[in-house]
């Protein structure tokens, strides 16, 4: 009985302290997302409430100050820039770890630097990197934020994948080897149509961190035109701060894509994460 009794009030424990966490995330979600629908007369007397008067237009206004169909267009290609060459770099680096298993230094060497690429925080060599991309004549342009982003999420992405890789069946590429398949056949015909949920988990990540990234998007791009939505979102705020209804639909307006692809996809993002965490 008394371990009955433990196990029940430990239940309501951690019930109670589930909801609470809960509370802390939706509850100022609820918030902003009545005042992206209030007028701003109602902010003075009813700041955290649901508005007497929904106003609909804020997000057609914040769509047209902020300029949002071509900060949409820049962070979209900046996403699946990024996308195209992350995944086609970490993809064959997790292959190549994975399946075909190479021995010796050189397995330490690359390791290694996956490790360090993870634990060393970005805002240590942004400055050099600045320098060198200025050099190069990569600063304030597209290209030269892709190649930053995707080097960024690189590590990360090639651990994932190859952790995903390793639990592949080793039949698979000796029966493809015996069919003389060459190491690039046995990754675009066995590995890859094999891999694709923990490669839909990795560009989901990757999505996600490209779109809220917001020190290498204001450090890198100059030009407003070239800005993603990140970036602007700050500017927006500024030119805006006292417009609370404004600014709330600007952030609902830059959240929400990236929310809407998470409900789409959790299920398969929830599946690539755990299937990787077996085996290591």
Do not use: C
Request: charged share 10%; aromatic share 14%.
């Amino acid at each position: 009985m008394a371990t009955a009794r433990f196990r029940q009030r430990s239940s309501y424990i951690n019930h109670a302290i589930l909801i609470f966490m809960a509370l802390t995330i939706i509850l100022p979600l609820l918030v902003l997302a009545f005042n992206s629908i209030k007028p701003s007369s109602e902010f003075g007397a009813n700041p955290l409430g649901f508005p007497n008067e929904i106003r609909l237009m804020n997000y057609y206004d914040a769509w047209v100050n902020g300029n949002y169909t071509q900060i949409f267009m820049n962070s979209l290609t900046l996403v699946i820039g990024t996308l195209i060459l992350n995944l086609t770099v970490s993809g064959l680096a997790a292959f190549s770890l994975a399946v075909l298993n190479p021995r010796g230094i050189q397995t330490i060497v690359v390791g290694l630097y996956l490790l360090v690429g993870i634990s060393i925080p970005a805002q240590l060599f942004i400055l050099p990197l600045f320098l060198m991309w200025k050099s190069l004549y990569l600063l304030d342009t597209r290209i030269g934020l892709v190649i930053i982003y995707s080097a960024l999420n690189a590590p990360f992405a090639t651990f994932l994948i190859r952790s995903y890789m390793l639990q592949l069946p080793t039949e698979l590429f000796e029966a493809a080897k015996l069919d003389g398949a060459s190491v690039m056949q046995l990754f675009t015909r066995v590995a890859l149509p094999l891999s694709w949920p923990v490669f839909l988990t990795t560009a989901l990540i990757v999505s996600l961190t490209v779109w809220n990234e917001f020190l290498f998007a204001i450090t890198f791009i100059i030009t407003d035109e070239y800005k993603p939505i990140s970036s602007i979102l700050f500017t927006f705020q500024s030119r805006f701060a006292n417009d609370y209804g404004l600014v709330s639909a600007a952030s609902i307006l830059m959240a929400a894509p990236i929310a809407i692809l998470f409900m789409f996809f959790q299920r398969r993002f929830i599946a690539g994460l755990t299937s990787g965490a077996t085996k290591g």
